[in-house]
């Protein structure tokens, strides 16, 4: 059973604020990637959706997390 929108924001928070070790936050990020139908899930919590380094500024980048879930429960892929 999918996670609703409410616990992917609980979800959300701890990642956000989560103190303890990299694998505990790498499960965390698993958890709600396998959640969501976006290929970028748990990245959107950091960098903006097609995030390019070399070209792209991230400084303005600070979506709420109920803004990342959104995005994250929106995402619709294109069937060729």
């Known amino acids: 059973m999918a996670m609703t929108r ?3 924001i609980k979800l ?3 990642i956000l604020d989560f103190e303890g070790t990299e694998e505990e936050h790498t499960e965390l ?3 709600f ?3 969501v139908p976006h290929p970028q899930g748990s990245t959107l919590f ?3 959706e097609n995030y390019n380094a070399r070209k792209d500024d991230r ?3 600070n979506p709420s ?3 990342v ?3 994250a429960l929106s995402y619709k892929s294109i069937h060729l």
Request: net charge negative; charged share 30%; no cysteine.
């Open 59 to 61: 400084s303005q980048y």
């Open 65 to 67: 997390v109920e803004e």
């Open 6 to 8: 409410e616990e992917l």
């Open 46 to 48: 950091f960098y903006p």
């Open 12 to 14: 959300g928070n701890l």
């Open 33 to 35: 990637d396998n959640n």
């Open 29 to 31: 990020l698993l958890l």
């Open 69 to 71: 879930v959104d995005k």
